[in-house]
C-alpha cells in the first residue's frame, strides 16, 4: 500500500514556496525570521541538565543563533583549535 504525503497545516492553509521559506534568512534580518528566538531559553535549559562541564564541545547547527553568546555568558569555554 503507497503511502499518500501529507501536507503539514502551516503548507495546507499558507502555501508557501519552499525555498523562499528557506532562504528568507538572505532578505530578512536575524531577528525578522520566524526562528529567532532573544533568548534561546529551552536550549539552555538542556544543555544544563545534560551536566556537560563547560569545556567540553557543543555544536551549534543553528543559522544566526545566539545560543554562542548565551553559552559564552554562562562560562563555556570556546573551542580553540
Request: hydrophobic letters at 35%; one cysteine or more; proline letters at 4%.
Given at each position: 500500500m503507497k503511502r499518500q504525503?501529507?501536507?503539514?497545516?502551516?503548507?495546507?492553509?499558507?502555501p508557501v514556496n519552499r525555498k523562499e521559506h528557506w532562504n528568507q534568512y538572505q532578505t530578512k534580518a536575524p531577528d525578522d525570521v520566524s526562528w529567532f528566538q532573544t533568548r534561546p531559553a529551552i536550549s539552555l535549559k538542556l544543555i544544563e541538565a545534560t551536566g556537560i562541564s563547560k569545556d567540553e564541545g557543543i555544536i551549534d547547527v543553528g543559522g544566526g543563533s545566539?545560543?554562542?553568546?548565551?553559552?559564552?555568558?554562562?562560562g563555556f569555554q570556546a573551542n580553540k583549535s
Amino acid at each position: 500500500m503507497k503511502r499518500q504525503r501529507t501536507r503539514c497545516l502551516h503548507e495546507a492553509h499558507n502555501p508557501v514556496n519552499r525555498k523562499e521559506h528557506w532562504n528568507q534568512y538572505q532578505t530578512k534580518a536575524p531577528d525578522d525570521v520566524s526562528w529567532f528566538q532573544t533568548r534561546p531559553a529551552i536550549s539552555l535549559k538542556l544543555i544544563e541538565a545534560t551536566g556537560i562541564s563547560k569545556d567540553e564541545g557543543i555544536i551549534d547547527v543553528g543559522g544566526g543563533s545566539v545560543l554562542v553568546d548565551f553559552l559564552l555568558d554562562a562560562g563555556f569555554q570556546a573551542n580553540k583549535s
